[in-house]
Structure formats: C-alpha cells, structure tokens
C-alpha cells in the first residue's frame, strides 16, 4: 500500500511551518535522508530529510503553502522487503505498538515478540531497529554530532519518534530537560500556548484606495507568527520596564586593547558577548527571572540552566538564536560562538535545536541607535534585557567632571513575577559586573 509521510513533530510547541521548496518530483526514485522539503517555521528555514527510500508517487504540498503537524506532505509508492514494511510502520505519528509486544522482522518474516527487560526487571532494553528512523532533521543532526546511531536508540516520542533527550541518554548524558534535581511527578507537561485572545475585536479598515493608489504584501509565515507572539506575549504578560545605566568606559578600553589579540584567534570581541556573560551571573543571583509562570498550576518554574537567547536582526525578520550554559562558559568562548551563529542565522543555516530552550533574552540596538527602547518579553521567559547605543557623557567623578561612556539599559519583566524592587536590583548586578570587566572575566 502507499506509504504517506506527514510533517512531523517540529519541538517547542510548533504546530505548523509554511513550504519554501519541494526538492523532489513525482515519479523520482530518491534514497533515505535525501532533502525531501524546505520549510519555514517560526524558528528557522529547515530541511526535512526523506524518511525512507523509495519512488515518490505524490506530491501533496507546493511552495508558501502552509501545513500543519500530521499532514501529509509526499506520498511514497508501495515497496517490497522489509525496510519498506518497517517504513510504513514509523511514518504514522499516532501509531504506537502495543507495550505487550514488539514488530521485528527476520528471515523474511514478521513476529511478534515480548519486549526484552533490564536486569531490575522495570525498564524496556531498545532492540536495534532495521529501516528508517523516525526523528526531526535536529535531533539527527544532534545524533551526527554525539556519535549516536539512531537504530540503537530507545525512543519515547509519539509514535516511537526518537527525540533529542533519547539521544542524549543513549550518549551518556543527562537529558537536556535534567535541572538540579528530578522534576516533580505532580508537574504536568506544558502544552502548547494557546492563541492570543483579546477582549475587543479590531474594527474593520477603510477603503484607502479612495485616496490613493495602495498595494497589499501579504505576510510572510515569520511575520504572520512574530506578529501572534507579540500580541499574545502583550496580552498575557503585564509588562513593567526598569531603566538604568552602566558606565562602561573600562569595559571599552579592554576590549578596545584586546581587538588585535582575540582577531588572532579567530575571534571579534564585542559588547555583546559581555553583556550575556554579566546577565548570565546577574541570573545566578536573581533566578526569578530566570522562570517561566505557570499561571493554571499557580507556580514558578525557575530554571537551574542559564540559556540565554540573542535577538538577531535577519533579512526575514527579527530570530532569537540561543547560547547555552552561559554562566559557565569564558566570554572569549562566547564571543566565537555568538559570530558564528548569528552568521547561521542571517544564511537561514541555523538548526532548530540552536532557536530554542532559551531562559532570558538580550536584544542590543546599539548598532542602529537611539537613545533606549522598551522590548516586549518573549513568552514563555518572564524578562528581556534591552540595550542602546553608549555615549560619551559628562560626569562627576571625585569633585571632577569627566567624559565617561555611559550605556543605557532597559529591564522589561513580569510583574506577576517580580516587583519594581526586584527588578532595579537585578539590573544593578548586571550593571556592577559591567563596570568591573575584570571581575566579570574571572566569572564574579
């Protein structure tokens, strides 16, 4: 019988991407992990690899067409052997084998049999799998990179879909999710966040034609989804923004002597990469804002991994890449990897796994100046750090007036979460440990 495959499940709550290119046609005979698709999410432009090997019969989707998670994308034609049968087992997301028995195939024929358990007797031992593995192009990717083959691999995704935690127990590591301590068993799964709803209705347009000529640009999928986010984010979120200066005119200086020998190991030292280095340790004291609220349970669930996302401005709009375990890590060793991932973003190269996860985020708007700006938080985090463009400005030191170069901060946070106190003392740390870069680079 025909083999359909679906859009599978993209992580983090995505429920639907639009199509940028159909890489294959009708009757092309293609091979497993071929570039089947090209589509856009509200993280990234990714490529879905072909399932499996075989003829496509059907070709379901075009490009700018948006589908969601569970639809049919490219029907396969029918295929003899036994990777085509265990193909057809893995496509169907909703299907699951019965946790009595398992599907193998041997010898041309197909059995059931009980699963094999661990010595305890309590967990089920993953058997080897033959055909395709059903799993997101990201955690492939993450397999590619922690030496993991997918068919050793015990998955406990939908459907027997292997996920990124799967391969990183299957590696050795603890799983992405793992904080200092085992989650609750009375914590539910978050589900996805429902759709903004407002208390009003927009009124509808007037007819501009009849004072000129106009033209209509439809939105693009990233623009449509920034647009729901903010408006959601806007609604659910009561915003407050806290406002203060750093003077970073030592910070400058060192990075200023320091340009030529950093350029000498491949890296451009930035305000950037300091600027998450003192949020990160700023975090450390202040883990509040380092949370998520979940509103229906009453609770706040407060991260112990500091991943901080970067706002970076692309030509398809504006895509918060994520750098993890910051607190932990040089600002050297950020610097290099803060270059090479927005340069990904900017290529529409950036992986999904590297757009989301993140705990706080930091947008500079340095570059393009202004005098300040008060971001909007990106839900589900609870704060947003903003930054302009630093001046040099007069001011009074030791009886003194001198030229100093002052940064300005805004602190935007939920105030369901924080008070204004909380908040002006959160952005004193990171103030105070951008005013001593000294201290900030031995991680204090």
Not at 285 to 314: C, M, T, W
Not at 316 to 328: N, Q, S
Not at 336 to 354: F, H, P, Q
């Amino acid at each position: 019988m025909p083999r359909p495959f679906v859009l599978p499940d993209l992580g983090e709550g995505l429920t639907e991407a639009e199509i940028v290119k159909v890489l294959v046609r009708e009757g092309d005979v293609i091979q497993e992990d071929a570039p089947l698709l090209e589509v856009e999410t509200d993280k990234a432009t990714v490529e879905i690899p072909s399932p499996m090997s075989g003829r496509v019969e059907t070709v379901h989707v075009s490009p700018n067409q948006t589908v969601r998670v569970g639809q049919v994308l490219v029907t396969f034609a029918d295929a003899t052997g036994s990777s085509g049968k265990q193909a057809a087992d893995t496509l169907d997301p909703t299907r699951r084998l019965a946790p009595e028995t398992r599907t193998t195939v041997g010898n041309g024929r197909a059995r059931q049999t009980a699963p094999q358990t661990s010595a305890a007797g309590r967990e089920p031992v993953a058997a080897p799998r033959t055909g395709s593995v059903p799993a997101t192009p990201a955690t492939r990717r993450l397999a590619r990179e922690l030496g993991v083959d997918l068919h050793a691999v015990r998955a406990s995704g939908p459907g027997g879909r292997v996920t990124d935690a799967d391969v990183r127990e299957a590696a050795g590591a603890a799983p992405a999710s793992a904080g200092a301590g085992a989650a609750s068993p009375k914590t539910a799964a978050p589900s996805a966040p429902a759709r903004p709803l407002t208390t009003m209705s927009e009124p509808p347009l007037p007819r501009f034609e009849q004072w000129g000529e106009v033209e209509r640009q439809p939105l693009s999928h990233l623009r449509r989804t920034i647009a729901e986010r903010m408006t959601l984010s806007a609604n659910v979120i009561p915003h407050v923004t806290h406002f203060d200066r750093a003077d970073i005119t030592d910070l400058d200086a060192l990075i200023t002597r320091n340009l030529d020998a950093a350029r000498a190991q491949g890296v451009t030292l930035t305000l950037t990469g300091f600027l998450l280095k003192a949020a990160a340790l700023a975090l450390r004291e202040h883990p509040q804002f380092n949370a998520s609220l979940d509103a229906a349970a009453g609770e706040l669930i407060v991260k112990r991994y500091v991943h901080l996302g970067v706002a970076v401005a692309a030509e398809r709009g504006l895509i918060v890449p994520v750098i993890r375990d910051v607190d932990a890590r040089p600002v050297v060793e950020l610097a290099r990897e803060l270059a090479a991932l927005a340069a990904r973003v900017r290529e529409g190269k950036a992986a999904l796994d590297e757009l989301r996860g993140g705990t706080f985020t930091v947008t500079n708007i340095g570059a393009l100046g202004g005098t300040g700006a008060i971001p909007i938080i990106n839900y589900p985090e609870v704060a947003i750090l903003g930054v302009a463009r630093a001046r040099q400005e007069p001011v009074v030191r030791d009886g003194q007036i001198v030229p100093r170069l002052l940064l300005p901060l805004s602190l935007t946070f939920d105030h369901r979460v924080a008070d204004g106190a909380d908040g002006a003392r959160f952005a004193s740390a990171i103030v105070r440990r951008l005013e001593h870069p000294d201290q900030l680079l031995l991680g204090l």
